[in-house]
């Protein structure tokens, strides 16, 4: 059978691929290879470039700073009660450091269970009202924190934040997916993840100076954490319905030009993604049966339970090099300083190169050698400057693992359901995350590390040099002809719909 034109999956579109009408919201009638109306045919090269330019400009300004910011404010809410740790939370509630440590747990069980779900939730009832919703739930569950007297008020807080919060990390990146080139995305995923480690930097400012409301309105400065960042992520979630936009096909500040070169962005980079399309249990079949899904769910977990661990005690560890409560708050910046910039970096580079794999790779490096410093040091300055090495190694193969999935993965309903099962399960482990680090070991923690340094070697290096090698077997088939077979007798519609299946799809390394 003849294709279009065999495209990596980074790539642009061959110059004979056929346009063809097509009205809003029809962006599903199209079959493989057509794109929509030019509303720019009669421009020159040059100036169609300098339109693309600036659309992605202004893609950029009215996506990008607001979805971080969301971001940021929930990586804040579920990590800062090891910020109230400090500040006294086990003392005051009573509870003991396996109690703790459940507190914890209970985030990343709810958050789990939930998180698969999402997705579709997220494509039935549009991003400007799903995303709103939740986060002024987790916004109330976050007050309610600071409002606990015992341990099972705090269990119960913790269970529904989980529940609320599931929904923004997964949708946001599929919402992205849905908005960007693949060569693209990583960037712009990049810098929206780097809101987390921002807010590391951020989370231990403000609890230094939250802790000395302690007092105030006969509350604790802990709890004072807890009901100022709750108040504010509830201001900011009703904020999101005016901010938060829907889907291409939908979103309000687009003039219809402008939605049209969109969508050609998108059909051309032989994506689906923001198609009309009515859920059926085959997308769900199509993502469990992959054998990418579970492969990309085991690299995950290599880097969010480091992740979880990493940003739940790392006031904890620094603590217990020796420092008291406000300096280790103050001290936890730098590292998540340096991550962030790094997170950015290594986007740009992946994109450029459309070389994830290697990025993972070379990144994860930075990560054992952090932890063996930290497992294997005995001064404060060299495990302090393993923090660094740690932050360095987790935080960009988080976000570029996840833009690997979605480059690997097409599907209006499989990519957010794929997406789903790989976040989903890496946040299952976060239950692994709370509790690596007790009380017993404190305070130099070795047995936490040398965990970490075992999910960063076998699943996050060895999954993604795994992962690479089978993905190039695939692609050199492919690009021999050896898949042609998997479309014989398939028109261009059925063609389209084998999604990352299609013969010409070429995955990206």
Same mark, same amino acid.
């Given at each position: 059978?003849?294709?279009?034109?065999?495209?990596?999956?980074?790539?642009?579109?061959?110059?004979?691929?056929?346009?063809?009408?097509?009205?809003?919201?029809?962006?599903?009638?199209?079959?493989?290879?057509?794109?929509?109306?030019?509303?720019?045919?009669?421009?020159?090269?040059?100036?169609?470039?300098?339109?693309?330019?600036?659309?992605?400009?202004?893609?950029?300004?009215?996506?990008?700073?607001?979805?971080? +910011?969301?971001?940021?404010?929930?990586? +804040?809410?579920?990590?800062?009660?090891?910020?109230?740790?400090?500040?006294?939370?086990?003392?005051?509630?009573?509870?003991?450091?396996?109690?703790?440590?459940?507190?914890?747990?209970?985030?990343?069980?709810?958050?789990?269970?939930?998180?698969?779900?999402?997705?579709?939730?997220?494509?039935?009832?549009?991003?400007?009202?799903?995303?709103?919703?939740?986060?002024?739930?987790?916004?109330?569950?976050?007050?309610?924190?600071?409002?606990?007297?015992?341990?099972?008020?705090?269990?119960?807080?913790?269970?529904?934040?989980?529940?609320?919060?599931?929904?923004?990390?997964?949708?946001?990146?599929?919402?992205?997916?849905?908005?960007?080139?693949?060569?693209?995305?990583?960037?712009?995923?990049?810098?929206?993840?780097?809101?987390?480690?921002?807010?590391?930097?951020?989370?231990?400012?403000?609890?230094?100076?939250?802790?000395?409301?302690?007092?105030?309105?006969?509350?604790?400065?802990?709890?004072?954490?807890?009901?100022?960042?709750?108040?504010?992520?509830?201001?900011?979630?009703?904020?999101?319905?005016?901010?938060?936009?829907?889907?291409?096909?939908?979103?309000?500040?687009?003039?219809?030009?402008?939605?049209?070169?969109?969508?050609?962005?998108?059909?051309?980079?032989?994506? !689906?993604?923001?198609?009309?399309?009515?859920?059926?249990?085959?997308?769900?079949?199509?993502?469990?049966?992959?054998?990418?899904?579970?492969?990309?769910?085991?690299?995950?977990?290599?880097?969010?339970?480091?992740?979880?661990?990493?940003?739940?005690? +790392?006031? !904890?560890?620094?603590?217990?090099?020796?420092?008291?409560?406000?300096?280790?708050?103050?001290?936890?910046?730098?590292?998540?300083?340096?991550?962030?910039?790094?997170?950015?970096?290594?986007?740009?580079?992946?994109?450029?190169?459309?070389?994830?794999?290697?990025?993972?790779?070379?990144?994860?490096?930075?990560?054992?050698?952090?932890?063996?410093?930290?497992?294997?040091?005995?001064?404060?300055?060299?495990?302090?400057?393993?923090?660094?090495?740690?932050?360095?190694?987790?935080?960009?193969?988080?976000?570029?693992?996840?833009?690997?999935?979605?480059?690997?993965?097409?599907?209006?309903?499989?990519?957010?359901?794929?997406?789903?099962?790989?976040?989903?399960?890496?946040?299952?482990?976060?239950?692994?995350?709370?509790?690596?680090?007790?009380?017993?070991?404190?305070?130099?923690?070795?047995?936490?590390?040398?965990?970490?340094?075992?999910?960063?070697?076998?699943?996050?290096?060895?999954?993604?040099?795994?992962?690479?090698?089978?993905?190039?077997?695939?692609?050199?088939?492919?690009?021999?002809?050896?898949?042609?077979?998997?479309?014989?007798?398939?028109?261009?519609?059925?063609?389209?719909?084998?999604?990352?299946?299609?013969?010409?799809?070429?995955?990206?390394?």
């Amino acid at each position: 059978m003849k294709f279009p034109g065999k495209h990596d999956s980074d790539s642009a579109p061959s110059d004979d691929e056929k346009v063809t009408g097509v009205e809003a919201g029809q962006f599903e009638s199209l079959g493989h290879g057509e794109l929509p109306p030019d509303p720019d045919a009669g421009l020159s090269e040059a100036e169609k470039k300098a339109i693309d330019r600036k659309l992605l400009w202004k893609l950029d300004l009215r996506l990008i700073p607001w979805l971080c +910011l969301l971001y940021l404010i929930s990586f +804040l809410d579920r990590t800062n009660i090891g910020n109230a740790k400090l500040d006294g939370l086990q003392t005051s509630l009573h509870i003991t450091g396996g109690q703790y440590n459940a507190c914890l747990s209970i985030f990343f069980v709810s958050y789990s269970l939930f998180e698969p779900l999402t997705n579709i939730l997220l494509k039935r009832l549009r991003p400007s009202i799903f995303i709103p919703i939740i986060m002024v739930l987790w916004g109330i569950c976050m007050v309610c924190m600071g409002l606990t007297h015992n341990f099972q008020g705090m269990m119960t807080a913790r269970w529904f934040l989980g529940m609320a919060e599931a929904g923004l990390f997964p949708g946001i990146n599929y919402y992205l997916s849905c908005w960007y080139r693949r060569s693209e995305f990583g960037i712009r995923a990049a810098i929206f993840f780097s809101a987390a480690a921002v807010s590391g930097s951020f989370g231990g400012l403000l609890a230094a100076a939250i802790g000395q409301m302690t007092g105030i309105g006969g509350k604790k400065g802990w709890a004072w954490i807890f009901i100022l960042e709750g108040l504010a992520t509830v201001l900011v979630g009703i904020a999101s319905f005016w901010m938060v936009f829907d889907f291409p096909d939908e979103a309000t500040f687009l003039s219809d030009a402008d939605r049209q070169r969109v969508l050609r962005r998108l059909k051309a980079d032989q994506q !689906s993604s923001a198609e009309h399309e009515t859920f059926k249990m085959e997308y769900f079949w199509a993502s469990v049966k992959d054998w990418k899904t579970w492969l990309y769910a085991f690299i995950y977990m290599g880097c969010d339970t480091p992740l979880y661990a990493f940003s739940l005690f +790392l006031p !904890s560890i620094i603590a217990g090099l020796g420092y008291k409560s406000t300096t280790a708050q103050l001290l936890s910046v730098p590292p998540y300083a340096a991550a962030a910039i790094l997170t950015i970096t290594i986007g740009y580079i992946a994109d450029r190169t459309h070389q994830r794999g290697l990025c993972n790779i070379g990144t994860s490096l930075l990560g054992l050698i952090g932890f063996s410093m930290l497992v294997a040091g005995t001064s404060p300055g060299v495990q302090y400057a393993g923090t660094f090495l740690g932050a360095l190694g987790i935080y960009p193969c988080v976000a570029n693992t996840i833009v690997w999935v979605s480059n690997n993965t097409e599907g209006v309903y499989k990519r957010g359901i794929t997406m789903g099962f790989v976040i989903g399960w890496g946040n299952l482990n976060g239950v692994v995350s709370s509790n690596i680090y007790q009380a017993k070991t404190a305070p130099k923690y070795r047995t936490g590390h040398a965990i970490v340094l075992a999910y960063l070697t076998i699943f996050l290096l060895g999954g993604s040099i795994v992962m690479r090698v089978l993905l190039a077997a695939e692609n050199k088939k492919r690009l021999s002809g050896g898949r042609d077979y998997w479309a014989e007798g398939k028109n261009e519609k059925e063609v389209e719909k084998l999604g990352d299946t299609r013969p010409d799809f070429i995955y990206t390394l």
